[in-house]
């Protein structure tokens, strides 16, 4: 029956008139609308970021609502961006152009606004490190750190736009799908999730929280620029009947999300940071503790 389903939408979307059963024009607007949303939710982080660190400079309550704001902003932008790419997939319309649309989206969406949210909540506001440091070396770090993560982004994205096939550092199962490097959309989904969860206690005020927050950027965007192996998830159809336990398990997580979304959300965006590092960790375990064969002895005389 869902077999049929998905026939019958398929088969609207194309163009009656066209001998090779192109897909309609209009169809090729649906990925392009999810596009645009995923663009405007960045746009509309960074306001949100610039007025919460305006609102914070002038010791207003409502600072921190801005950030949350921007926080959310790009979670949708990452659901956002997870669903052009199926539909355009499901609808057979995917192009360059759209391929190309998506990219500078994502630079915006999920390498500057980010970046922007990240110094403007972990750094900005952050008290003076001790001396011989002072707060200029800790803002300096931050614009340095912000602007490595916009740079690894965007080369992570230059690089999956151009590599055909690419290898992963330590492949895995020739059935399975898996994105070379951490993807820009995870990292920025860590940056909002632990501004989201921690948003409540305002702006990163200690010196040292800001340097582990700058040291967690820095992590990001070597994630996203290695070539170590991350699951895409792409194999993982909703068109395709599930068992019960899945049902059950997508429920919970569904209900948890809506009850405890700060803790669950960023537990989830660090489990799918940690996945790439235990990954490429048991690769080379698994690879140390491989016997090695040794050549067979020859004997003289």
Known sequence: ???????????RLIDPRSPDRRPRRAAYALPTIFTAGNLFLGFYAMMEAFRGALLTAQA???????FRAAAIAIGAAVFLDGLDG???RLTKTTSDFGREMDSLADVISFGIAPAVLAYAWGIEFAGAPPAPLTIEHLHRAGYFCAFLFLLCGALRLARFNVQ???????PGR???????????????????SAVYAFVDNGPLQWWLFSAAWLALLGLLSFLMV?????PSFKEVSVLHPRSPLTFVVVSILIYLI???SQPVLLGMAVCYALSGIVIRAGGIVRRR????????EHQVG
Do not use: C
Not at 174 to 192: L, T
């Open 1 to 11: 029956m869902s077999g049929m389903r998905r026939l019958r939408f398929q088969e």
């Open 60 to 66: 207003s309550a409502s600072a921190n609502g801005h």
């Open 86 to 88: 199926r539909i355009a």
């Open 164 to 170: 055909v096939n690419p290898v992963p550092k330590n």
């Open 174 to 192: 020739a059935d399975r799908k898996y994105f070379v490097g951490m993807p820009i959309p995870a990292a920025a989904g860590m940056v909002a």
């Open 226 to 230: 290695s070539t170590w192996r991350y």
């Open 258 to 260: 809506w009850d405890l």
């Open 289 to 296: 503790m491989r016997p090695t064969q040794q050549e067979p």
